[in-house]
């Protein structure tokens, strides 16, 4: 039998983070884990892009609004709200990365920590719940 292993507070809080990403369409969503990195300064980086500043502000707002109702705590230190061009919200072990695309490309963030784990995250697809009746000619 598999032993299930609990996940960290970092983790947990990660996963939540990704959540209000995607709560607002945020664009390829990758966690990049820090931990096995020497001196690293966090635990884990969220980078993500929306299309426009409306969203990259929207998607900062998300992320903020969904930690704070599952866990209760505010970000700790949040800077580029100004032009919305990259957002960071840091929550000490959880540090997001929010651009808009052209300035994602230009940083290519994911590539300076190239030989930490990199994990391309997904939404989860909607279950289609089968709304069509059964009938006798269905059986």
């Not at 032993?3 to 507070?9: D, F, N, P, T």
């Not at 995607?22 to 980086?45: M, P, T, W």
């Amino acid at each position: 039998m598999a032993v299930k292993k609990e996940k960290s507070a970092s983790e947990m809080l990660a996963a939540i983070v990704v959540q209000g990403i995607f709560e607002k369409l945020g664009e390829e969503v990758v966690q990049i884990d820090l931990r096995r990195i020497h001196n690293s300064i966090a635990d884990f980086f969220i980078v993500c892009h929306g299309k426009s500043r409306n969203q990259v502000e929207a998607i900062a707002d998300s992320v903020q609004m969904e930690v704070k109702k599952a866990i209760g705590i505010n970000v700790w230190k949040k800077e580029g709200f100004e032009n919305a061009e990259w957002v960071l919200l840091d929550y000490f072990d959880v540090v997001v990365h929010i651009f808009q695309e052209p300035n994602r490309r230009f940083y290519r963030l994911e590539e300076l920590w190239a030989d930490a784990d990199i994990t391309r995250c997904n939404p989860e697809l909607p279950v289609k719940k089968n709304t069509k009746k059964k009938t006798s000619a269905d059986a």
